[in-house]
C-alpha cells in the first residue's frame, strides 16, 4: 500500500489549499487518517486527524481554518485549507493507522507535499 499525496502549493496569505492522501492497493480497518507537517528546522505536528468513526481533532492553530474530511469508498482523505498563514508554510505528511487480518497493525506514511504561503 502506497499513500499518495498532492494538492500543495505556492498560496498568498489568506488563500486556500485542498489536500489530498489516496491509498494505492487494497487497505482494510483503518482506524484514523491524519494530517501532519513539518517546517523547516521544527519537529513534525499533528494538523488534523478524523477516526473510523467520524470523529475529528484539530490543532489548535488550525482550529476553524482547516477541515478534514474522507471518502471511505476511495481511501482518500482531504485537508481544507482556508486563511492560510504564512506559519503554515510546511511539508504535509498524510497518515493511515489500522488493522487487518492479514498485515496486523499498519502505519502508512504519504511522501509529504509542501505548502509554502507567502506574506
Known amino acids: 500500500v502506497q499513500l499518495q499525496a498532492s494538492g500543495g502549493g505556492l498560496v498568498q496569505a489568506g488563500g486556500s489549499l485542498r489536500l489530498s492522501c489516496a491509498a494505492s492497493?487494497?487497505?482494510?480497518?483503518?482506524?484514523?487518517m491524519t494530517w501532519y507537517r513539518q517546517a523547516p528546522g521544527k519537529q513534525r505536528e499533528l494538523v488534523a486527524t478524523?477516526?473510523?468513526?467520524?470523529?475529528?481533532n484539530y490543532a489548535d492553530s488550525v482550529k476553524g481554518r482547516f477541515t478534514i474530511s474522507r471518502d471511505s469508498a476511495k481511501n482518500t482523505v482531504y485537508l481544507q485549507m482556508n486563511s492560510l498563514k504564512p506559519e503554515d508554510t510546511a511539508v504535509y505528511y498524510c497518515?493511515?493507522?489500522?488493522?487487518?487480518?492479514?498485515?496486523?497493525?499498519?502505519?502508512?506514511w504519504g511522501q509529504g507535499t509542501q505548502v509554502t504561503v507567502s506574506s
Open positions: 497518515n493511515m493507522k489500522g488493522w487487518d487480518r492479514l498485515t496486523g497493525d499498519y502505519d502508512y
Open positions: 492497493g487494497s487497505i482494510f480497518g483503518i482506524k484514523s
Open positions: 478524523i477516526i473510523s468513526g467520524g470523529g475529528t
